[in-house]
């Protein structure tokens, strides 16, 4: 049984007659009359008396209109539904981030998605890179955003912004003021840093690598699992630490950290997507969104990049 056989069935019954039925669903006569005969012979069971030159539903045949209706109804809805996901008028977009991009550069994004897609559910979640990453990799999340890049076979990565880590201490720390820190000064002090797995500390710690002589690693007295977190303790004067500009920005404004001037390159903040999973096309307007691009048309995954964005 088809849902073609259920409407040409619907059509002849409501109007008692092939023909008209046939004319209404623009299909030939023959069409609609082996329709409705193979639906008959199908279950052996008669739909229409012939009286006449007319026909009239058997009590069979009322039953199964009401029956035909409520499916061709369901049907309709099953169709609109998909109708509304494929144009963003409905769904549900899981995205996870770490602290960093999630706190100070994702909100943005978020707004304007909001605004272009009203009906579009967002769920953010955050966690640091590897546990974005895990989250991508499950399917929990549609689309994550990291701060350390991810290698990964399943993965897409592509480039959103740039982001700079700076060196900071609290006011009275022995390098305020410093202009001329040397490597050794920085791996004798000691470091209040994320925890491991986090893109910032992995980012330092990488930036980091090229000056430590075999076998040695920064002096971390204290490892903290958020920024705030971090940002408070090096205030209170322990120790130093190495901190997104965005993250550091108000307690630098207001004199409770000093920013130390040792030059350290720039991050990339990446956008993950399964390579393997075709996105939704909520979740492929969140990437044109952060990427600046005109709505996509289809769910074709991300495949440009723009890193001229840049977190001050």
């Known amino acids: 049984m088809t849902l073609d056989q259920l409407r040409i069935f619907v059509a002849v019954a409501e109007r008692q007659h092939v023909t008209k039925a046939a004319h209404a669903l623009n299909l030939a006569q023959s069409a609609a009359s082996h329709a ?52 963003l008028m409905r769904g549900t977009l899981a995205v996870q981030a770490s602290q960093t991009i999630a706190s100070y550069w994702l909100p943005r994004h978020l707004v304007a998605f909001r605004r272009a897609y009203p009906h579009i559910d967002i769920h953010l979640a955050v966690g640091n890179t590897t546990q974005v990453a895990a989250a991508v990799e499950s399917g929990a999340a549609d ?44 791996m004798a002090g000691e470091w209040v840093l994320r925890e491991p797995g986090s893109g910032t500390r992995s980012v330092f710690e ?6 430590m002589k075999s076998g ?32 550091a920005a108000p307690s630098v ?7 130390v001037p040792f030059r350290l390159p720039e991050r990339e903040f990446h956008l993950l997507q399964h390579r ?10 969140l990437a044109d969104t952060v990427l600046g691009r005109t709505p996509a048309s289809s769910t074709k995954a991300v495949n440009a990049c723009d890193d001229s964005r840049v977190v001050t």
């Open 36 to 87: 409705i005969a193979a639906l008959e012979a199908r279950h052996n069971t008669t739909l229409f008396n012939r009286v006449g030159r007319h026909i009239e539903l058997t009590e069979a045949g009322a039953a199964f209109l009401q029956e035909a209706r409520a499916v061709l109804a369901r049907a309709e809805r099953a169709e609109l539904m998909l109708a509304e996901f494929g144009t």
């Open 143 to 186: 689309i994550g955003f990291v701060e350390a890049e991810v290698v990964h076979g399943h993965f897409k990565v592509v480039p959103v912004a740039r982001d700079q880590l700076i060196v900071l201490v609290a006011p009275g720390h022995p390098w305020e003021g410093r202009t001329d820190l040397t490597v050794a000064e920085m």
């Open 276 to 285: 393997e999973r075709v996105p939704s096309r909520a979740a492929a307007a």
């Open 206 to 211: 990488e930036a980091m690598r090229p000056h």
């Open 216 to 247: 040695a690693a920064l002096h971390v007295v204290l490892e903290l699992p958020s920024n705030e977190a971090v940002r408070a303790a090096v205030e209170a004067g322990m120790g130093a630490t190495a901190l997104s500009a965005s993250v």
């Open 253 to 259: 404004e207001a004199g409770l950290l000093r920013h």
